[in-house]
């Protein structure tokens, strides 16, 4: 089975990265981080960097096995991503206030680019 697998019973419980759009189990995001973005949202163990980068809401589900070679990994602009399952879009934006990614610059102006 795929270490990106998703029982179905549990797509209900899916967040998406406000950043990448990957989608994973709060408790993945939680023992792993994003792996995409870790080394500037650092998710991995923050209960609260986690509410404020990730969303429950988005629209549309893309599964990409290899994002290099994927025509809709470019199409959607995920082809630097691991493979995975991603939202189409995801609602929200990180607060303004949030200090995740900030020493870095991450976020100039509180929203992902």
């Known amino acids: 089975m795929s270490k990106n697998f998703i029982p179905p019973n549990q797509q209900r419980n899916l967040r998406a990265c406000m950043v990448c ?14 792996p995409n973005c870790e080394d500037f949202l650092r998710l991995q163990g923050s209960y609260e960097a986690i509410q404020e980068c990730t969303s429950q809401v988005y629209e549309g589900v893309i599964t990409l096995a290899d ?9 959607q602009r995920l082809d630097g991503y691991v493979a995975g399952v991603y939202a189409c879009k995801v609602v929200g934006q990180v607060s303004r206030g ?3 990614g900030n020493e870095k610059g991450a976020f100039a102006d509180g929203v992902s680019s």
């Open 98 to 100: 949030s200090s995740i």
């Open 21 to 34: 759009s990957i989608l994973q189990l709060q408790a993945r995001f939680m023992r792993e981080g994003c």
């Open 67 to 75: 994002p290099s070679q994927s025509w809709v990994a470019k199409w």
